[in-house]
């Protein structure tokens, strides 16, 4: 099977009220680890690639990985640019064979937005790749922008409706108190349900993506400290609040900052009690199963979206 959209995923996983994982990938590892969880559940995926990743691995070698994930699993993979800041990004990854792009211009104008969100709607539309887009802002650290508390901005409920009509976008990322990185609430986790229930019943049978969703689960923390790490106060979004949110319209929930975690938390231990070895493929082994091991607690306990085959 080739690399798929998200179309046939996201009407699915609207219908049966699930949510399909987003996994950021940078390695062979990590794509392994979360392919390996997703044969053995049957579910499908998207693995998304950010900028960073692209610098740090190079494109190519993501591609032909995920090319590789593909033929090894047979399962259904979209291959997605997380976070395009440009029409250029965008149209790079359309023509190296990227099934589906975000453009994140959500840090400009709302009409500045729509212009430049209509212009890689149209150039991927042309090329059958789908494409995701966000209004409002969420706070917290992508790449090397940094969002504070202050500058982040909920999404607007007309505004999303009006959005999507005037951009032809096939997904919309939206902004209800989620943030990217393991700081995400100061106090009680609190995501405003009566906005996305509001945006949903605007924009009916149309999948809303979900950004900065992770649980950041306090045992890798934990075990992360353990091992040397120093981490304190990190929390993410709760589990259950991620499942009624999946009721609620959100067909894709994006996943990176559990997937680090849970590989350094092995890594570090992995070093710490096998002080004499020193191959690589021990630790990076051990990271992988950790990998797998938190992509199937997701997808069978958070997302829903195994036994989809
Ligand atoms: O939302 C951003 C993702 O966590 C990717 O992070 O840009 O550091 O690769 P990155
Ligand atoms: P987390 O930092 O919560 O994992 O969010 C990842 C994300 O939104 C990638 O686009
Ligand atoms: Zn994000």
Known sequence: MPLVTSTELFNKAYEGKFAIGAFNVNNMEIIQGI???????KSPLILQVSAGARKYASPVYLKKLVE???EDSNLPI????DHGDSFEICKQCIDDGFTSVMIDASHHSFEENIAITKKVVEYAH????????ELGRLAGVEDDVNVSEEDASYTNPE??????QKTGVDSLAIAIGTSHGAYKFKGEPKLDFARLEKISNLIPNFPLVLHGASTVLPEFVDLCNKYGADIPGAQ?????MLKKASQLGVCKINIDT???????AAIRKSIVENPNNFDPRKY???????IKEMVRHKIVNVLGSNNFL
């Open 236 to 240: 993410g979004v709760p589990e259950d």
């Open 126 to 133: 042309a090329k059958g790749v789908v494409v995701e887009a």
């Open 78 to 81: 979209v291959l997605h640019l």
């Open 258 to 264: 559990d997937l680090r975690l849970a590989m350094t």
């Open 68 to 70: 590789a994930a593909v």
């Open 284 to 290: 990076l082994g051990d990271g992988r199963t950790a």
């Open 35 to 41: 392919v390996d969880a997703a044969k053995e559940e």
């Open 159 to 164: 505004q999303a409706a009006e959005f999507v």
